[in-house]
Nanobody, 127 residues
Framework: QLSVVESGGGLVQYGGSLRLSCAAS????????IGWFRQAPGKEREGVAS????????NYLESVKGRFTISMDTAKKTAYLQMNSLTPDDSGTYYC????????????????????WGQGTRVTVSS
């Protein structure tokens, strides 16, 4: 069984930075993707970024490109989401999820395919 745990959320001021961590443990395939998603109150959950476990392939939501960076520590099975230049629109609960994949190519940011989800970590950006 695969377990996924997020950490690193908190309160930050407009323009500030946070780094989120997503640690996967347990039974995991040789090739997989870790994705970050977020959900603001009253809004649907949206994919923010994804990375293959090799760290070679990434994908980003257009609105976070240039501000967020996803990275991977393959040995630790941990993905990180460095978030800079945060705005109140970035507030929400951030979830990470794992998807088994066959190829080391950029993976989509839709929820389907991701079959193991964490409980989420809250990010609040004050204006």
């Amino acid at each position: 069984q695969l377990s996924v745990v997020e950490s690193g959320g908190g309160l930050v001021q407009y323009g500030g930075s946070l780094r989120l961590s997503c640690a996967a443990s347990g039974s995991i395939l040789t090739r997989y993707v870790i994705g970050w998603f977020r959900q603001a109150p009253g809004k649907e959950r949206e994919g923010v970024a994804s990375i293959t476990n090799s760290g070679r392939s990434t994908n980003y939501l257009e609105s976070v490109k240039g501000r967020f960076t996803i990275s991977m520590d393959t040995a630790k099975k941990t993905a990180y989401l460095q978030m800079n230049s945060l705005t109140p629109d970035d507030s929400g609960t951030y979830y990470c999820a794992v998807a088994p994949v066959l190829e080391d190519t950029p993976y989509h940011l839709k929820e389907w395919g991701y079959n193991s989800w964490g409980q989420g970590t809250r990010v609040t950006v004050s204006s």
